[in-house]
């Protein structure tokens, strides 16, 4: 039987190591505000800090969950992001399996 239709989101962040992203991602899941993290080791970020160019390796998190659990997901990871100014960004799925976005919203708590 299919889950009545919601939107679905994703929400990108990036973490300094795999440690610190599989401990978030835990945390996401238990708590149910998602329903599947990816997690991409060997990314490199240039960007521009405090005055100066940076360059870093870091993590990328996807993460998977329903549209109405946006702030929360997105407060979540900022209250336990090592970083000063993480960077956390979401957009809304356009489209893709029905089965699998009906899994993603089965997986989450409803807010």
């Keep these: ?3 009545a239709e919601e939107d679905t989101i994703i929400v990108y962040a990036t973490f300094p190591n795999i440690e610190t992203a599989t401990e978030m991602a835990t945390m996401l899941i238990n708590s149910r ?10 990314m490199t970020s240039v960007y521009r800090w405090e ?3 940076e360059t870093a390796q870091e993590i990328v998190m996807i993460v998977k969950t329903r ?4 702030g929360e997901i997105i407060a979540a990871i900022e209250q336990r ?3 000063d100014t993480p960077a956390i960004v979401a957009w809304d799925i356009n489209g ?3 089965r699998y976005l009906d899994w993603i ?6 807010s």
């Design 1 to 3: 039987m299919a889950v």
């Design 33 to 42: 505000i998602a329903g599947c993290v990816n997690m991409l080791p060997g």
């Design 51 to 53: 005055g100066g160019v």
């Design 67 to 70: 549209a109405s659990l946006r």
């Design 81 to 83: 992001h090592p970083y």
């Design 96 to 98: 893709g399996s029905r």
């Design 105 to 110: 919203i089965g997986e989450t708590k409803n």
